[in-house]
């Protein structure tokens, strides 16, 4: 009783000091659980939602959902997905549909799917809706809306400063229009699409923008253009500028004409059986017909009576791929390294610069060429893509560039004589050449970009170049892609038109001059 009652004094010698004694224990050796609240069920829409597109269009990007369970334990708070409940996806107001209409949630609580906007323009709602619950009773519902506009554009094509394209058989332009690129007959630029002032009756197949002047082909074979012809470059027979369409002169009747490439301040067009003809200045051989000086304000054939599936003008040189072995020959300066074939000494001379007045061949294989400025780049015929000429910028997507000049030197500058494969584990199933910058679609209907992107050209929400293909921002599905001076656009695989870049003149298409370093919706034309 002694030891006992010893114990007692030593452990509490008052009340106060006894209980803090009993508090400090039970918090180290006997802890209170603290109250867990029951869970809660929730559905957020992730992404998808707020989009534009084309009224009756499938959305380029999938309505996400996901459905998470939180409970409460003291101040913290458990998420945990909710996996393998069905998840329904239901058009509220506007028509339309969804590609599934009913979802299982994945391991990561996930669930999604693509809408269809209806027929009507102006806003539309959907709603997710997720039964949980062992009874199948128990809902929870996301809102989601949006903006449906008209469109359905066929083709694409970016010039310097403005922008074309096809919606219905309709050409329409935006942007600059300082040299009456637009073709609506003024020389008033336009933010948004304009249609242009067509002949009567014509339906168009293909559109061509070039740096201040635009070409097109209608479905019966005749090709117009409009804009600066300071060159001949509309090939009409005079050197008066145009606000609207006037026909192409051809040289021999009944010549039809397939496709028209708008370049600098030259044109070249394939006939129907794929004879090349060009037009415009040929000041450098760039016309291709064994000649180097002057200007042509008519058609003139390409040297060598070779057949081609595709030409493509760029600033002073054309490049084009046969339709027998994919031979890939370019012609016109090639001060650096634009002919690809190795060399930036020649094989000719014109006006004091080396250069090719008729066609020089590179090699065979290839399927598409594109060039725009002082470079170009081609797909072979096993989807490798190729690029070569000027590269201070990393245009040519191979690694060099910037503070690594290379893989060759022109003319003091970073450069490829001849095509060097872009660097990529990507593999391409279409490439553009632009300015400074290029871009291509991965086979998924990826876009990606390299080059410059002083001006947001490259699409990735930042102004940072680079020299290897970034992905564009979005997660857009294309089906084709144009790149101009600074900017680029975009044709999905629903018909919604995308631009991104330099917006000085309204080339984006969006309504404003503001630039974009990201991918926006072209105005409803």
């Known amino acids: ?29 006997l802890p209170t659980a603290e109250p867990e609240s029951q869970a809660t069920i929730g559905l957020d829409v992730v992404s998808g939602g707020g989009q534009q597109g084309y009224a009756g269009e499938e959305l380029p990007i999938a ?34 549909s969804f590609y599934a209409g009913a979802t299982l949630t994945d391991q990561d609580g996930y669930a999604s799917d693509y809408w269809t906007l209806g027929p009507a323009v102006g806003t539309q709602t959907a709603e997710a809706r997720a039964v949980t619950g062992q009874t199948g009773t128990r809902s929870v519902y996301g809102g989601f809306s949006a903006t449906a506009v008209s469109g359905g554009f066929v083709s694409l094509s970016a010039g310097s400063y403005h922008t074309c394209g096809i919606r219905r058989g309709t050409v329409y332009c935006w942007g600059d229009n300082s040299s009456g690129e637009l073709g609506n007959g003024t020389t008033t630029r336009s933010t948004t699409p304009v249609a242009i002032s067509a002949p009567a009756g014509a339906t168009f197949a293909s559109v061509s923008a070039g740096t201040n002047h635009t070409c097109a082909v209608a479905t019966n074979g005749t090709a117009y253009c409009w804009g600066i012809n300071y060159h001949g470059e509309l090939g009409d027979g005079t050197t008066t500028g145009r606000s609207a369409p006037v026909a192409v002169s051809v040289p021999v009747p009944g010549l039809a004409f397939a496709t028209v490439s ?34 042509r304000s008519t058609p003139v054939a390409v040297s060598e009576g070779i057949t081609f599936a595709q030409v493509s003008a760029g600033l002073l040189a054309t490049c084009g791929v046969t339709t027998t072995n994919g031979g890939l020959y370019c012609w016109g300066l090639n001060f650096y390294g634009e002919l690809g074939v190795g060399s930036d000494a020649g094989p000719e001379t014109c006006s004091g610069y080396a250069c090719s007045t008729k066609p020089a061949w590179i090699r065979d294989g290839f399927a598409t060429v594109n060039t725009f400025r002082l470079h170009a780049c081609a797909m072979d015929a096993y989807g490798v893509t190729w690029c070569w000429g000027y590269n201070s910028e990393g245009e040519l997507g191979n690694g060099y560039g910037g503070s690594s000049p290379g893989p060759q030197t022109c003319s003091n500058n970073a450069c490829a004589k001849y095509p060097f494969p872009v660097s ?15 871009c291509g679609i991965s086979a998924d209907g990826g876009a990606y970009c390299w080059g410059s992107n002083n001006l947001g050209q490259l699409g990735n929400g930042s102004i940072t170049e680079s020299d290897l293909p970034i992905a564009v921002s979005g997660g857009l599905k294309f089906a084709s892609l144009s790149v101009g001076s600074d900017h680029a656009c975009g044709l999905t695989t629903s018909g919604a038109a995308y631009c991104w870049g330099f917006n000085n003149s309204g080339q984006l298409g969006d309504g404003t001059t503001s630039s974009s370093y990201t991918p926006v919706l072209v105005s409803n034309p």
């Open 262 to 295: 708008a370049g600098n301040e030259h044109t070249c067009g394939l006939t129907s059986t794929g004879a090349a003809y060009c037009w415009g200045d040929n000041t450098y051989g760039q016309l291709g017909n064994g000649t180097w000086y002057g200007t």
């Open 424 to 438: 990529s584990y990507v593999r391409f199933t279409a490439v553009s050449a632009g300015d400074y910058s290029s």
């Open 1 to 29: 009783m002694v030891g006992v009652y010893w114990l007692r004094r030593r452990l509490a010698p008052t009340a106060l000091g006894l209980a803090t004694i009993m508090a400090v224990g039970c918090q180290d050796r």
């Open 63 to 96: 309505v996400v959902v996901r459905v998470t369970s939180t409970k409460t334990v003291g101040t913290d708070k458990k998420v945990t997905p909710v996996v393998g409940v069905p998840v329904n996806f239901v058009v509220t107001q506007g028509g339309g």
